[in-house]
């Protein structure tokens, strides 16, 4: 999913989607997209049951640049969560294109 997608879907309110970060930690206090659930990709696997809750929504996944997004959306989809994308560009995307107000790093 670009990040004007994901714009227009948050500006419209939709809550068939849940916005997923997996960047570590010290990122997230640095920078995030709200509202969105933090698991860093790492604990991935063991924090799994805490999506349980929203299997049946579209997980939107989102990292710095897009690549531990990725890996994240392949380990959902392995663990057969039914709809889950990939934010292309990541936070690094959404600073530039969305919210300038996000900061860069």
């Avoid at 419209?12 to 995030?32: G, I, M, S, W």
């Avoid at 604990?43 to 805490?50: G, P, S």
């Avoid at 959306?73 to 292309?88: G, K, R």
């Amino acid at each position: 999913m670009e990040v004007v997608e994901l714009a227009h879907k948050m500006r419209q309110e939709h809550d068939d989607f849940v916005l997923l970060d997996v960047r570590n930690p010290p990122e997230r206090e640095f920078a995030l997209i709200e509202p969105s659930r933090f698991i860093p990709l790492h604990d991935l696997y063991e924090r799994v049951d805490e999506l349980q809750d929203v299997r049946d929504k579209t997980i939107i996944v989102y990292c710095h640049s897009g690549i531990r997004s990725m890996m994240a959306t392949q380990i959902l989809q392995q663990l057969d969560f039914p709809s889950v994308e990939n934010l292309e560009g990541g936070i690094d995307a959404w600073s530039c294109e969305v919210d300038s107000e996000v900061p860069r790093y």
